[in-house]
């Protein structure tokens, strides 16, 4: 394929390695965004412009099936250079799995292996849509950014970063998956910020995770707007310290699509506003959370999540020492679905945990009526 390559320096400069002197590589349409991606080196910024794109695919690294791009190399900035009107979109071609991975290795070691890590990666500007899982995948990743990315009607997940450290997904839209708008999955030091999702099964998911912060997002018209869960049979055993301030759940009403009746979303009722399962330390404060038919937000077990009260897991299954202040959370949990009328309401606690507690937050109703404050 013909590329038009930008150096950044003069070209009396070209033959030096790329970490010095890093390149700008054109694709137009008609060319392949991979065979870019292949090009660069680290430090290199691939940049497609508006059109629409069908790759041949390679196989993922992290993700079963066919990838149509993958990145594998530290420091790749793939950027779509859109413009109003005239987006860059990534489209499946043949069922191809993902969209969009950045991913040095599959092997879940790569938690404590730094090698197998890949470094200083950027996903800007697409549209991707159609694949039968994912539209982006991050993963074992450090310093990564997810920007100004539409992810929609993809099967499984919009985006989805897993094991990654310090990164961001910001900016960005979410539909139609049957799981997850934008997850975060056996992670730390994430900032997820200024997002919208809409049409999922969940929104915003973060899962067995620590110290990731949640800020002005939206969902709507998702089953539940945002889930923090501790799950059992993972490689990370707990979500803890996480903080989800300053966003915006409302209508999330959808019936749940999810496709794997073993997944553990499938329990997710419809109506759910922000929905925190087994976690510790959470921090939930200054949400606005409105008209969620089962619950606004709710703070359960494990084991009352799966609907067995008596469950035994590799994970302590309470909620405990998670603070739920000055939130607004009204009109919730006035048409919920028959399993959990009794428990309906604006704030709902099962009583499970230890430390958990309640301030100063704007509401109607509560299960039980009485929440235990927090401490001045």
């Given amino acids: 394929m013909r590329f038009r390559t930008v150096l950044a320096a003069a070209a009396l400069t070209a033959a030096l390695p790329a970490s010095a002197h890093a390149a700008t590589i054109v694709v137009h349409p008609g060319e392949s965004i991979q065979d870019a991606?292949?090009?660069?080196?680290?430090?290199?910024?691939?940049?497609?412009?508006?059109?629409?794109?069908?790759?041949?695919?390679?196989?993922?690294?992290?993700?079963?099936?066919?990838?149509?791009?993958?990145?594998?190399?530290?420091?790749?900035?793939?950027?779509?250079?859109?413009?109003?009107?005239?987006?860059?979109?990534?489209?499946?071609?043949?069922?191809?799995?993902?969209?969009?991975?950045?991913?040095?290795t599959?092997?879940?070691?790569?938690?404590?292996?730094?090698?197998?890590?890949?470094?200083?990666?950027?996903?800007?500007?697409?549209t991707v849509r159609g694949f039968s899982g994912d539209g982006v995948v991050v993963f074992c990743a450090d310093n990564w950014r997810v920007t100004n990315v539409v992810a929609k009607e993809n099967d499984e997940y919009g985006i989805?970063?897993?094991?990654?450290?310090?990164?961001?997904?910001?900016?960005s839209f979410a539909?139609?998956?049957?799981?997850?708008g934008i997850y975060i999955g056996q992670s730390h030091d994430v900032l997820i910020d200024t997002n919208f999702a809409r049409r999922n099964v969940s929104g915003f998911e973060i899962e067995n995770s620590s110290n990731v912060l949640a800020v002005r997002n939206t969902g709507t018209g998702n089953t539940a707007g945002l889930l923090s869960f501790a799950l059992p049979n993972l490689h990370v055993k707990a979500n803890k310290n996480n903080v989800i301030r300053?966003?915006?759940?409302?209508?999330?009403?959808?019936?749940?699509?999810?496709?794997?009746?073993?997944?553990?979303?499938?329990?997710?009722?419809?109506?759910?506003?922000?929905?925190?399962?087994?976690?510790?330390?959470?921090?939930?404060?200054?949400?606005?959370?409105?008209?969620?038919?089962?619950d606004g937000i709710a703070l359960v077990s494990y084991c009352i999540l799966v609907g067995k009260p008596n469950c035994t897991t590799d994970i302590d299954p309470n909620p405990d020492k998670n603070q739920i202040t000055d939130n607004l959370v009204k009109g919730n949990g006035q048409h919920p679905v028959e399993q959990y009328k009794d428990?309906?309401?604006?704030?709902?606690?099962?009583?499970?945990?230890?430390?958990?507690?309640?301030?100063?937050?704007?509401?109607?109703?509560s299960f039980p009526d009485e929440l235990p404050a927090c401490n001045p």
């Fill in 106 to 126: 599959g092997d879940f070691h790569c938690l404590h292996k730094g090698k197998q890590r890949i470094k200083g990666s950027l996903v800007k500007g697409f």
């Fill in 175 to 180: 539909s139609d998956s049957n799981d997850t």
């Fill in 246 to 294: 300053n966003n915006f759940f409302h209508h999330n009403n959808k019936k749940n699509t999810c496709l794997d009746p073993e997944d553990e979303v499938c329990n997710v009722p419809r109506g759910s506003g922000i929905v925190m399962v087994a976690v510790d330390k959470n921090l939930v404060f200054d949400n606005t959370v409105k008209h969620n038919d089962t």
């Fill in 37 to 104: 991606v292949d090009q660069a080196h680290t430090g290199d910024r691939v940049k497609v412009l508006p059109g629409t794109y069908r790759e041949d695919g390679t196989k993922c690294k992290a993700e079963g099936g066919s990838c149509a791009v993958l990145i594998k190399r530290n420091g790749i900035k793939l950027v779509g250079a859109a413009k109003e009107g005239h987006p860059v979109v990534l489209a499946a071609r043949n069922k191809q799995h993902v969209g969009i991975e950045v991913a040095r």
């Fill in 343 to 365: 428990l309906a309401s604006d704030l709902v606690w099962d009583t499970t945990g230890d430390g958990n507690c309640w301030a100063r937050n704007t509401y109607d109703t």
């Fill in 160 to 171: 989805f970063p897993l094991y990654v450290g310090k990164g961001r997904v910001d900016h």
